[in-house]
T-cell receptor, first 119, second 108 residues
Framework: DVKVTQSSRYLVKRTGEKVFLECVQD?????MFWYRQDPGLGLRLIYF???????EKGDIPEGYSVSREKKERFSLILESASTNQTSMYLC??????????????????FGPGTRLTVT | AQRVTQPEKLLSVFKGAPVELKCNYS??????LFWYVQYSRQRLQLLLR??SRESIKGFTADLNKGETSFHLKKPFAQEEDSAMYYC??????????FGTGTSLTVIP
C-alpha cells in the first residue's frame, strides 16, 4: 500500500516567516509533486520533481521553492510567507513513465494534505 | 490554457437518482483520463481511469474523443457518494492536469 505522508496536518505561520513543508513517500516513486488546493480553483501544480535534485516549475511557482535531496523526500519552501499563501497543500508521488510497461501504473498517490494559515 | 473543464462547482441530487459529473478536456492526441475523489476528511484518491474501462463503486466514465468528454456517471446515487470529484488529464509527460472540481451532495 502506497504511503505518502506530510509532516503536518495543520500549520499556522506569521507573514514573513520561512515555512518548510515536508513530504515522504515509501514506494520508491521517481516523481513527486506539490499542489495547492483552493475552493473553486481545484488543484494547481506548484513544482514537481522527476528525480533527485531535479525540479520543474508548475503553473504557480512564484513565492515557492523546492528541494529534493533524497528520492523519498520532497520539500516545499515558502521563503517569506504571505497571507495569499494560506491554502491546503497536497503532495503526490507517481512512477515515472517508462518505469513500468503497465499504463495503469501511472496514477498519482496523494498525501493527507497540510492546511497552512498565514496570519 | 485550461486543459480540463468541470462546468459544475456544485451538484446536488436525491438518493437513488442518476448522477452525471461533467468533464471536458482540451487535447488533440490520445489522452489518459482519470477521476479522483476526495471524501470528507480523507485524502484525494483515484476513483477510476479510462484505460481500465472499469466500474468502481457503481461509477463509470466513457471517453468520448469526438466530444472530448469524460463524464462520470452512476445510475443510482448513494449518500456515501457525497464528495469532491476531480477530473484529471495526463499527457505524454508525467504531469497531471486537474479540473476545478465538482462538489457532489446526495440528499437523503
Amino acid at each position: 500500500d502506497v504511503k505518502v505522508t506530510q509532516s503536518s496536518r495543520y500549520l499556522v505561520k506569521r507573514t514573513g516567516e520561512k515555512v518548510f513543508l515536508e513530504c515522504v513517500q515509501d514506494m520508491d516513486h521517481e516523481n513527486m509533486f506539490w499542489y495547492r488546493q483552493d475552493p473553486g480553483l481545484g488543484l494547481r501544480l506548484i513544482y514537481f520533481s522527476y528525480d533527485v535534485k531535479m525540479k520543474e516549475k508548475g503553473d504557480i511557482p512564484e513565492g515557492y521553492s523546492v528541494s529534493r535531496e533524497k528520492k523519498e523526500r520532497f520539500s516545499l519552501i515558502l521563503e517569506s510567507a504571505s497571507t495569499n499563501q494560506t491554502s491546503m497543500y497536497l503532495c503526490a508521488s507517481s512512477l515515472n513513465r517508462g518505469t513500468s510497461s503497465i499504463p495503469a501504473a501511472y496514477e498519482q498517490y496523494f498525501g493527507p494534505g497540510t492546511r497552512l494559515t498565514v496570519t | 490554457a485550461q486543459r480540463v473543464t468541470q462546468p459544475e462547482k456544485l451538484l446536488s441530487v436525491f438518493k437513488g437518482a442518476p448522477v452525471e459529473l461533467k468533464c471536458n478536456y482540451s487535447y488533440s492526441g490520445s489522452p489518459e483520463l482519470f477521476w479522483y475523489v476526495q471524501y470528507s476528511r480523507q485524502r484525494l484518491q483515484l476513483l477510476l481511469r479510462h484505460i481500465s474501462r472499469e466500474s468502481i463503486k457503481g461509477f463509470t466514465a466513457d471517453l468520448n474523443k469526438g466530444e472530448t468528454s469524460f463524464h462520470l456517471k452512476k445510475p443510482f446515487a448513494q449518500e456515501e457518494d457525497s464528495a469532491m470529484y476531480y477530473c484529471a488529464l495526463s499527457l505524454t509527460g508525467n504531469q497531471f492536469y486537474f479540473g476545478t472540481g465538482t462538489s457532489l451532495t446526495v440528499i437523503p
